[in-house]
């Protein structure tokens, strides 16, 4: 167990659908950040954010969405979903920077 | 902006013998380097980082990398293979300061299969 937990670790939806993919950062971390692993693109950066507020962004789609809670939980979501969205889905945290970067076990997300 | 190369996409070895995965990077800002493990149907694993000092990196389960900013290379090695050293590896690269920094760009992935 990595301390990242993320929640749901499966999910299967339609297309035009809306999903929201949770995750609970190690305990003392402050920042998430957000990555896409598809077969086509690999790993790609979506989005960081750091106590509250968002720090970079990367390849994030407009229909895609993050927020991180005063708990420090993020939560992904994603709308109007297409094939093309289907993919791992990763969240990891650290202290600070990328010195302690601990990545959750992910969210394949499937849309049908 | 930075960008990394895994220069195999697979490579097959047999039990205990040497292997080496390469990984070439591009960088216009200082840069730490990484290399993760994936085992099937699990998240990323941190095997190693290259933060400064010492351009030979040891990490876990007996892997090591070296640092080369002249070639732009972070190799990635270990001596003697096992079967549970089957999983894929990537090599990651954040600028160590700026905009770049807290991100990682990745490689595309190197499947390491090891064969009794």
């Known amino acids: 167990d990595s301390g990242v937990t993320q929640t749901p670790k499966h999910l299967i939806t339609a297309t035009g659908q809306r999903v929201t993919l949770r995750c609970s950062p190690r305990?003392?971390?402050?920042?998430v950040y957000w990555y896409q692993q598809s077969l086509d693109q690999g790993l790609q950066f979506l989005i960081q954010?750091?106590?509250?507020?968002?720090?970079a962004k990367g390849n994030i789609l407009e229909r895609f969405s993050a927020q991180q809670f005063p708990d420090l939980h993020s939560e992904l979501n994603l709308s109007s979903l297409e094939l093309g969205d289907s993919a791992l889905y990763f969240c990891?945290?650290?202290?600070?920077?990328?010195?302690?970067?601990?990545f959750g076990s992910g969210t394949r997300l499937t849309v049908v | 902006a930075q960008s990394v190369t895994q220069l195999d996409s697979q490579v097959p070895v047999f039990e205990e013998a040497p292997v080496e995965l390469r990984c070439n990077y591009s960088?216009?800002?200082?840069?730490?380097l990484f290399w993760y493990v994936q085992y099937p149907n699990q998240g990323l694993q941190l095997l190693l980082k290259y933060l400064s000092g010492s351009t030979l990196v040891k990490g876990i389960n007996g892997f090591e990398a070296e640092f080369n900013k002249s070639q732009t290379s972070f190799h990635l090695r270990k001596p003697s293979v096992h079967i549970s050293d089957t999983a894929e590896y990537f090599c990651?690269?954040?600028?160590?300061?700026?905009?770049?920094?807290?991100?990682?760009?990745f490689g595309q992935g190197t499947i390491l299969t090891v064969h009794p």
């Open positions: 305990s003392g971390d402050l920042s």
């Open positions: 990891a945290s650290s202290p600070r920077g990328v010195h302690g970067y601990t």
């Open positions: 990651a690269v954040s600028g160590s300061g700026g905009t770049s920094y807290g991100k990682l760009t």
């Open positions: 954010y750091y106590n509250g507020e968002e720090r």
């Open positions: 960088s216009s800002v200082s840069v730490y």
